[in-house]
């Protein structure tokens, strides 16, 4: 059954009679229907506020990498471990082709289901999960072979073993290698981009977020209660982080939003993975028009800048 948010309750009535109109093969009422429910998503998703857009990113039917991977890829099969301690289900890295480009594809995984969020820990990636997405892209640097990857984390996991584990040194050490890759590389954020989580798969020649996707460097919920020990506040905490993709831009954070299907890539799960195919296939084409030096060049420019500004 697909879940509909509050705001999605008048969509969810159209196209249940679009259902009902099609059982009838009243092809007259279907027509007038879906005219209907065009004008509804647009009027509904053309005016989302920030906190409606961090619903949507979080959205439970949302694709996760794994459904990204899926449609997109051909020919490939996954790489497990970090050689280090053991292979965390929370990232998958998968080598194969998009169209006739071999590439790299590193992901963080949420999983669906109470057994398959249990292996995938929920998304929230230990040590090894980052050494695991290192040694992947130091591999695809070895054969040429550009890298994508696909963030999709509340944050890293910040249990005992994980700081046991050297936690923060496994994301540093992530922020450096990536930073000095020496092949084409895209990051996007596909869903929720939290904090150091989704910064250690995020350093990449470009950087990119779907539509209702958010990046953030806390979460809305561990701001209120920060600022204002109230979980009531959340929805002015999400405002206040300026956390979606039209503010990253605005802010220069980020290179570029992807056009996801305006229903939302929830409600069009293959619309969305080809926006995303296709940003990911352009954005390669492009870098090879540089040089290794030129396109190093551009990402230290890019990296360096971060969090520049001017009054």
């Known amino acids: 059954m697909a879940t509909y948010l509050d705001f999605e309750q008048k969509i969810k009535q159209i196209q249940e009679d679009i259902v009902s109109a099609e059982m009838r093969r009243d092809n007259q ?30 959205h439970p039917d949302r694709p996760y990498a794994l459904d990204y991977i899926n449609v997109l890829m051909h020919d490939h099969y996954e790489i497990h471990g970090d050689r280090h301690f053991r292979d965390d289900a929370a990232i998958v890295c998968y080598l194969g082709y998009i ?25 929230m990636p230990n040590p090894e999960g980052y050494r695991k997405a290192l040694r992947a892209a130091q591999m695809a640097e070895k054969f040429h072979i550009p890298v994508l990857m696909l963030i999709d984390t509340p944050g890293a996991y910040p249990g005992l073993g994980a700081e046991e584990r050297n936690q923060s040194e496994a994301i540093a050490r992530n922020l450096l290698e990536l930073s000095k890759l020496n092949t084409q590389t895209v990051s996007i954020v596909i869903g929720e981009g939290g904090s150091g989580g989704a910064l250690a798969i995020g350093v990449a020649d470009k950087l990119a977020m779907m539509r209702y996707s958010v990046f953030s460097v ?41 056009d996801e299907p305006l229903i939302g890539a929830h409600r069009d ?43």
């Open 29 to 58: 009422a279907v027509e007038i229907l879906e005219a209907d429910l065009d004008k509804e998503v647009a009027k509904t998703y053309k005016n989302l506020s920030p906190f409606q857009k961090l619903q949507l990113a979080r």
């Open 99 to 123: 169209g006739e480009e071999k590439v790299m594809v590193i992901g963080e995984q949420k999983g669906r289901g109470t057994k398959n969020k249990l292996k995938r820990n929920f998304g």
């Open 218 to 258: 806390i979460s809305p919920e561990g701001c209120s209660a920060i600022l204002w020990n109230d979980s009531t506040k959340v929805e002015t905490a999400t405002k206040a982080l300026r956390i979606t993709s039209e503010d990253l831009k605005e802010l220069n954070l980020i290179d570029d939003v992807i």
């Open 269 to 311: 799960k293959e619309g969305a993975a080809a926006a995303l195919g296709e940003y990911f296939l352009n954005q390669i084409k492009h870098l090879r028009t540089l040089s290794d030096e030129e396109r190093m060049s551009q990402r230290y420019t890019k990296l360096v800048g971060v969090g520049e500004f001017s009054e």
